[in-house]
Every structure is written in structure tokens, then in C-alpha cells.
């Protein structure tokens, strides 16, 4: 089978040189780019060919791609490039690239019509002024065809090996054994159920009990569904980095695994109590030992920029960081490296090995894994990497065509999360601030902007208040704000000061998002003080469905599993999931005898907290003088965590307590977690809902209890009580989706903390009246057996 690449791949491949340059320049919008497009091609003659389908074999690959336009009139080729600003600013290797794309399209036009020669033809058009600027090229059939093998040349040798490398990929996968001697209780039920979804071409969202091994018993079906599906990539998104690191350990094992005998794979293991998985694999039987190299499967972990950033003061460009200074020219020496020639030499690509291949090859870390992606199988990175509305993984996927599969971890998170990447929010304190030293050029606009934003305080009386729609006038102020910096930064790239850039790209989003406003989302005002000095407009995004449909729609197939996703219509509605969308409810291989669960009769809500200081206290020490050991303990704040340690402090300083801080480096949470050791005696004081209530793994003495003292109730306040309104006209429910779901699903994934094997035993502490009735204890794991006091 002959490896086909499109006319962009090689062309970035092959002819890509020079600097790393981010400096910013303002770019179309994909709009734009379209109508710049369709603009060029209006002014053309009735002979003109828009959009022009070409493929060829070229030195035994199959090269294809979409020219821009063909005029067969002027037997004219054009490449077309939308921009904004100074063209005559565009870096080198930018316009090379251009130009080399233009002329293997020119290549296979010729050969395809058999043309003797061709006029080749770049034309950028200026989004702002509709300008048109056409650099031609007259080339002859001969030299086009010369210059797309002398491409062709220069791919050819990664063309065989990635060919290789997929081959040897699927027939690995395809035999692959599961890495442990049986599966966990309900982890095969899972695993069969991922596997179907994927190939069937279905989303799956899977309700799974912590602690049955959701990461393996995910992963390891989507990876044998990959060869027969013709999957190019696998999507593991986290939510926060400990899903990432259980991401990459499981799939070591999974792929470690593969060079080991499995005598009956193929069967159905007993459903028994398993060996316990996650960390060393049991020794000595079937699959229980991984064995070295593995399957030939390449992993890449995607991690942000400013943790990725080896010079963290300098620009990303040549002329300020060593590390984008020839970025490209070193770049396929450092890419080779991280590929490996052989799959037993490839390394580890998660973020320290990446880092290794990047210092020795002299570039950016961050960059070298972006470019790596294209090569890669598997990729694990935040949720943002596909689903923000610039979400790099989703561009890839689409404008390469790639066939996805993605698996969506702590899939409970993504409703919150995406309601932040849909929202857009403006300070009129930026605003002023920024005001003093804008250019001359872009002042009157801000100006007007201002007084725009002063006619919507003048109509509001409230501190809070929302609008029912969104003033056009804004719109337009901003739309203008954004034309005047835009045109400034493309005149003046280097004259651009931190504080109006971030200002600018905080306009861009704002004004995107308003492009779709509607009943999704809200538009209000907030006023901090009575001196109307610190106001915020907020395109609030309260049902992220819209944008997300067509994600899940994106990919071949989308497993979303959590342990609390319960109910399934809250998820299905929030998030848009599809109406043929699959649901499993995996059975616990928990007993009930293992949890004592016990409710203490307290109120938590605000007005009681400081009544309840002294018998929450009292309890905490109780059980600790009963049974003492590790424990965790939950608040709805930091201030109600910081009231209650301190009486306990005064009241018990005999027992250890260290308590999380607002702000901890993962340093610190690493330190927090340390504590709980086998054999240790003390009590973890931490946030619901924060860092230590969930995606955390302390099985056996390391933990063995927990108090919950909170409903995990969002605040009520305005918004809450205006998303309350919106989700009751919307669904019919809205007190369960703004407060009861939410919270309950906080408290669901702190207990969750305490089991973590077949042979763990413990004890949870709801201390809320409110988990009394009957409502709240339908959203509570039905393994649980709760004790009221």
C-alpha cells in the first residue's frame, strides 16, 4: 500500500527553514479566510476553476491536495493567502513555504491536464483593505515536476519509516494482550462496552466506580479497536495533571505487556476478584509481567506552555530565544530522535523525556511536541487541547482529515471546564489602564468603546444585573477596538505593550463569542464598587452543548467515563452528546460492609457554621481516638477549613493536621500527599471539590477515612440564581443542574478517596442534615449503605 501524504504535510516537512517566529502579528479569522477566498475568486473570469481537487504518484508516493484556484484562461495556478498588515513584514521562511506549496499544486496540475508550462501564482489578499497583491512565477511541466520529487525525495525516507511504523503499529495492536492475568470486577464490563462503542462509530459516556482501573480498562480497548476502525490518533483528555500521569502509566503497561504469552486471551476471564492493578502487575502469571520494548506505539504528552517554556523572560522568535533561533532547521534531527529509528529505540515522550530531545537538539520544547503530534498515536493533554474553541488537537484532526478516537477522563469536570472556555469576560479596570499609553492610532477607538460602556451603567441600577440581549453598540465599539490595535500591531509588531495585547485578545474572544450569543449564555454587569471602577461584562456560557456537538461529532468515536455522572440526562444535555449516545452504569466490585457510611444530623450552611464548629470537631476527634489512621477531611471554603482546624488544633494538639492552602505549587501538593503513608497517624484538612477530592490514589492504610462536612452545594448568589432560571426554562430542572447534581458529584468523588481496592476498608462521614432526604440519597453509589444517626 503506497503511503499518501497531502501537498501541506509535505510541503511543512520539507520546506520549512529557519526561525521559530510568534511574534504577533494579527492573522485572518477562518471568516475572514473564507471570504477572502471567495472574494478572489469573485473577481476572476467565467472559465475560473475555484477549489481544484489534484492528486499524483510521485517516486512511489501518492501526494493530494486542494489548489486554491486555477485560471485556464491565463493558465494561471493560485495559491491564496488572507492577511492583515504589512506584507512586506512577512518573515522569509513564511513566504517559502508559500511558494513551495503553489508549486507542487502547479506539479500535479500539469500533469494531471498535461500543460507544457504554467504560470504559478501566490495572491495575498488584505482582509482589511480587500486588496489584492499576485507575485507570479512562470515555470515549464519539467521544472514543476522536478522541484515535487526533489520534495517527494526529501519525505520519502520518513514516508517508509512511518508506513513501517503504522504497520508494525496495527499488527501489535491488533494482537494485543490485556497487561494483567484477569480483569478487575467490572472492568471487563467496561472495556467490552468502550470496544463496541468504537467500533460502531458511537460516543459512550461510561459511569464507572473508583478504583476498578477506568484508565486501563479505557485505554486498553480503544488501542484494539484502532487497526480495524483505521484510527490515525488517540485522545486521552484529562481534566488536571494526575490524569495525565495515570495516563501515561497505564499505557507503559499496556504496551510493556505486549511481548508476553497470553494462553487464552481471547477468553472471557472469570469475573472474580482480580489482582490488583495500577501500580506493579502481578508476577509470574499470563500477561502479569511486561516484558521490554512493546508494542510500537508513540506517546506524546501535550503539557502548557508556561510549564514547558525553558526561557520564560525572552520571546518566542529568533531574535530573543536560543531555542527558536533555527528552530526548523534543527528541528527534523530532533524529531528523528524522538521517533526513533526503530520502535525499541524510541523514547518516552512525556514532558521530561520531550524536554531531553529538545535540549540536545537546541529547541523549544513546547513547539518541538506540537510538531511531534503529526507523529504521534497517542496523545494525552488537558481537555482545552481539543475541545477550546481554538483547541489545537481539533484543528489537526480536521484540517489533516485524521480519523480520532478520544477518551475523555473525570468526564464530570467538562461541564464547568467548558463553560469557562465559552465565556468571555471584560475589565473596565484593563480598559482604563490601558487607555494612557495607546497609540494615537487606536486611542479614539478605546475611547469610544468607554463611552459605549458607560451608557450600559447608565441603564443599570443594580450591582448585578443581566441583560436580556447584547448591545449591538458594544459590539460594534469592539469590533472597532479590535480593527485599530489590529492594524496598529501589523504596522508596528514590535510597538505593541504587553497590557494592549492582552487587552486585544481579550476583545478578539469576546467579540467571537458574540458572534453565536443565545439562549446558552448570558450577557451581564457586575459593579464592585460604588465607585463604577472595577466593572466586568460577562458572556457567561451556562449550556456549552452548541459548541460541543460538533467535537463529539468530529471524531470516530468518544468515550467519557467518571465515576459520578449520574444522572445521565444532566451530561447529555449540558454537553451536547449525540442522540444515539451509549450509557453504561458499570456495577461496583465493592461490598457494602467495606464502607461504613454515616450521616451526622448538622447543618453546614452558612448561617450554622459557627454553631458547628465544636460538634464537628468533637466527631472528627472521636472517630480518630476509635480508629486511629489517616484521614481526609472535606469544607465547602478555605474559611470554613481554617474555623475548623484551628479548633481542633486548640482542642486535640496531640493529632497531626496539615491542611491545603489557596494556592499550592505542585511541590506542595506533593508534600500534602506524602503524609499519607502506611502506618501513619493524622488528618488531611483540605477543599471539596480542590486538588485532593478527587483523581487522587491512597489504597490500604494510606487512607482510611473521610468527613464530608458540606452538601457541596455551589454558592447561591446571583449568577447561580440567573443560571438557576435559565437551566428551569431550558430543562425543566433548574435546582438539580445549577446546585444538587454538582454538589453531589464533589461528594460522590471525595468518598471516593477511601476505597480504592477489593481489600481497602474505611469509613465516611456525611455530616449535612440535608443528606437525609431522599433526593440526595438517590444521587449517592448504590453499593453504599448509609447509616442515619
Known amino acids: 500500500m503506497k503511503y499518501t501524504v497531502a501537498v501541506r504535510t509535505l510541503c511543512e516537512f520539507t520546506a520549512k527553514l529557519g526561525d521559530l517566529d510568534l511574534r504577533f502579528t494579527p492573522s485572518a479569522t477562518a471568516l475572514e479566510g473564507m471570504a477572502g477566498h471567495a472574494m478572489v475568486a469573485s473577481r476572476r473570469g467565467e472559465h475560473y476553476e475555484n477549489e481544484v481537487w489534484l492528486k499524483g504518484e510521485v517516486g512511489g508516493l501518492v501526494v493530494r491536495g486542494r489548489a486554491d484556484g486555477f485560471d485556464p484562461d491565463a493558465s494561471r495556478l493560485e495559491e491564496v493567502k488572507t492577511y492583515r498588515g504589512d506584507l512586506h513584514a512577512m518573515p522569509h521562511n513564511r513566504r517559502s513555504l508559500h511558494w513551495a506549496q503553489a508549486k507542487c499544486y502547479g506539479a500535479l496540475l500539469c500533469a494531471e491536464r498535461g500543460l507544457p508550462r504554467l504560470d504559478v501564482a501566490l495572491v495575498y489578499f488584505d482582509v482589511g483593505s480587500q486588496d489584492e497583491t499576485m507575485l507570479v512565477e512562470s515555470h515549464s511541466a519539467d521544472d514543476l515536476r522536478a522541484f515535487l520529487e526533489l520534495q517527494c525525495e526529501r519525505f520519502l525516507a520518513w514516508a517508509a519509516q512511518e508506513s513501517a511504523h503504522r504497520g508494525a503499529r496495527d499488527a501489535a495492536l491488533a494482537a494485543l494482550p490485556f497487561p494483567y492475568a484477569t480483569f478487575r470486577a467490572g472492568q471487563r464490563q467496561l472495556a467490552e462496552n468502550v470496544y ?120 518566542c522568535h529568533g531574535d530573543s530565544c536560543p531555542l527558536a533561533k533555527g528552530f526548523y532547521d534543527r528541528l527534523p534531527a530532533a524529531r528523528q530522535a524522538a521517533v526513533g529509528a526503530t520502535p525499541e529505540a524510541a523514547p518516552r515522550l512525556d514532558r521530561a523525556g520531550l524536554r531531553a530531545i529538545a535540549l540536545a537538539h537546541e529547541v523549544c520544547p513546547y513547539y518541538l511536541a506540537q510538531e511531534l503530534v503529526r507523529w504521534a498515536d497517542v496523545v494525552v493533554g488537558d481537555y482545552n487541547y481539543y475541545f477550546d474553541l481554538n483547541g489545537m488537537l481539533h484543528g489537526l484532526a480536521h484540517a489533516h482529515d485524521w480519523r480520532v478516537g478520544v477518551l475523555v477522563d473525570e468526564a464530570h469536570n467538562l461541564v464547568p471546564r467548558a463553560r469557562e472556555m465559552y465565556s468571555a469576560t471584560l475589565s473596565r479596570a484593563a480598559l482604563d489602564g490601558v487607555r494612557p499609553r495607546a497609540p494615537v492610532t487606536v486611542a479614539p477607538s478605546l475611547k469610544r468603546l468607554a463611552r459605549t460602556w458607560n451608557e450600559i451603567l447608565g441603564r443599570q441600577l443594580e450591582p448585578y444585573a443581566v441583560h436580556e440581549e447584547l448591545p449591538q453598540g458594544l459590539v460594534t465599539a469592539l469590533q472597532n477596538v479590535n480593527s485599530a490595535i489590529g492594524d496598529h500591531a501589523a504596522a508596528h509588531p514590535d510597538d505593541m505593550p504587553p497590557e494592549l495585547l492582552a487587552f486585544y485578545f481579550d476583545t478578539l474572544h469576546f467579540t467571537r463569542l458574540a458572534e453565536s450569543f443565545g439562549t446558552h449564555s448570558l450577557f451581564d454587569v457586575t459593579i464592585a ?188 448568589n446571583p449568577v447561580n440564581e440567573q443560571m438557576k432560571a435559565r437551566l428551569e426554562t431550558l430543562f425543566g430542572a433548574g435546582h438539580d443542574y445549577t446546585y444538587l447534581f454538582p454538589g453531589l458529584q464533589k461528594v460522590v468523588q471525595a468518598a471516593g478517596r477511601v476505597i480504592r481496592t477489593t481489600t481497602d476498608a474505611g469509613v465516611v462521614f456525611l455530616i449535612d442534615d440535608r443528606f437525609r432526604r431522599a433526593e440526595v440519597r438517590r444521587l449517592l453509589p448504590a453499593w453504599w449503605h448509609v447509616e442515619m444517626a
Not at 468533637?618 to 479548633?647: C, H, I, K, R
Open 196 to 315: 463496541k462503542a468504537a467500533i460502531s462509530g458511537r460516543t459512550l459516556l461510561a459511569q464507572a466506580p473508583t478504583g476498578i482501573g477506568k484508565t486501563v480498562g479505557t485505554l486498553y480497548p480503544q488501542l484494539k479497536a484502532m487497526p480495524g476502525q483505521k484510527l490515525d490518533k488517540l485522545y486521552f483528555l484529562a481534566a488536571k495533571t494526575p490524569g495525565r500521569a495515570l495516563a501515561l502509566d497505564a499505557l507503559r503497561t499496556i504496551t510493556e505487556a505486549s511481548n508476553c504469552t497470553t494462553e487464552g486471551e481471547s477468553a472471557r476471564p472469570p469475573r472474580s476478584a482480580a489482582p490488583e492493578q495500577g501500580r506493579a502487575p502481578p508476577r509470574g502469571a499470563g500477561c502479569g509481567t511486561p516484558q521490554t520494548g512493546g508494542a510500537p506505539l508513540r506517546v506524546i504528552e501535550l503539557v502548557a506552555r508556561d510549564k514547558a517554556c525553558e526561557h520564560p523572560t525572552k520571546a
Open 529 to 716: 464598587d460604588d465607585a463604577q471602577r472595577d466593572v466586568t461584562l460577562c458572556l457567561r456560557n451556562l449550556v456549552p452543548a452548541s459548541f460541543l456537538k460538533p467535537r463529539f461529532l468530529a471524531a470516530r468515536t468518544t468515550t467519557l467515563f467518571s465515576a459520578t455522572l449520574t444522572p445521565m440526562h444532566f451530561h447529555a444535555d449540558l454537553l451536547g452528546l449525540p442522540p444515539d449516545v451509549a450509557w453504561i452504569d458499570v456495577e461496583s466490585p465493592f461490598e457494602a460492609a467495606q464502607l461504613r457510611v454515616q450521616v451526622a444530623p448538622l447543618s453546614t450552611r452558612f448561617a450554622h457554621r459557627p454553631a458547628s464548629l465544636a460538634p464537628i470537631v468533637e466527631l472528627m476527634a472521636t472517630q480518630f481516638g476509635q480508629a486511629p489512621g489517616n484521614y481526609l477531611a472535606f469544607f465547602s471554603s478555605f474559611d470554613y477549613l481554617a474555623q475548623v482546624a484551628e479548633l481542633f488544633q486548640a482542642l486535640h494538639p496531640e493529632v497531626p493536621v496539615w491542611s491545603q492552602a489557596r494556592q499550592m505549587t505542585e511541590g506542595a501538593r506533593a508534600d500534602f500527599l506524602a503524609r499519607f503513608h502506611a502506618g501513619g497517624r493524622g488528618i488531611g484538612f483540605a477543599v471539596l471539590g480542590g486538588a485532593f477530592a478527587e483523581a487522587v490514589d491512597l489504597p490500604g492504610e494510606r487512607l482510611i477515612g473521610a468527613f464530608i462536612a458540606t452538601l457541596g452545594l455551589p454558592q447561591v
